[in-house]
């Protein structure tokens, strides 16, 4: 989750962080750009609820716009090709096509391990910004955003279990629990085939 304290985790002085805790961040300040965003996305689209569309339909399209911002939004998964599959209450899915700049053993051509923990690490991440979504429903944005701001990984244990082959690869997750200050997610990586490749548990801070 190195990506996301990069996008939306940044503060530039202590002057920025007192101010997050007060939840008077301005768009200004590049360090919460992403989560000011889709708070943004979040209110308009909100509005439209309060006109008469279903508020089901409301969370689910906050939680898509939720996982395209946090997957397609940081120049490091666009480097390595990590792309939003799908997101729900129930799971996260990122995926990213083999290419021979993620090869890290060049005599058998497998995918490099840290490729693959960085897409657990994302997918994990992203289930647990959805764990901050549900906290935090449209009604309490300024919360949203600056929990938004402070996620970030605790810890992450990954265990290989097949070496990387493929010609696609799907990152999944699934939140095992959301506490005020912690997430603990479950994540796994399989290939188009369907074999699994490696899991991972990851502890995000969520507050």
């Known amino acids: 989750m190195a990506q996301i304290i990069t996008v939306i985790g940044k503060r530039s002085n202590s002057h920025q962080l007192s101010r997050a805790k007060n ?10 750009e992403l989560g000011i965003g889709f708070c943004r996305q979040i209110r308009q689209t909100s509005a439209k609820a309060l006109v008469g569309e279903n508020m089901g339909f409301l969370k689910q399209t906050a939680l898509k716009m939720l996982g395209e911002a946090l ?13 939003y599959d799908s997101v729900s209450e129930q799971e996260c899915i ?18 490099h391990g840290g490729v693959i923990s960085s897409a657990l690490d994302m997918v994990g991440g992203t289930m647990a910004a959805v764990g901050i979504l549900n906290d935090n429903p449209a009604t309490h944005l300024p919360q949203l955003k600056t ?11 990954v265990d290989y279990l097949r070496p990387g082959r493929g ?4 990152a999944k997750a699934q939140l095992l629990r959301a506490g005020r200050k912690v997430a603990v997610v479950r994540m796994e990586l399989e290939n188009n085939e369907g074999s699994l490749i490696a899991v991972a548990t990851g502890t995000y801070m969520v507050g």
Request: net charge positive; hydrophobic share 40%; charged share 25%.
């Open 23 to 32: 939840n008077q961040i301005k768009q200004g300040s590049k360090g919460f």
């Open 71 to 83: 997957v397609n939004k940081i120049p490091f998964n666009r480097h390595i090709g990590l792309e």
């Open 94 to 111: 990122i995926k990213f096509d083999m290419k021979p700049e993620l090869v890290g053993n060049y005599y058998h051509g497998i995918l």
């Open 147 to 157: 929990k938004l701001a402070k996620l970030s990984t605790i810890d992450i244990r």
């Open 167 to 170: 010609e696609q690869f799907f």
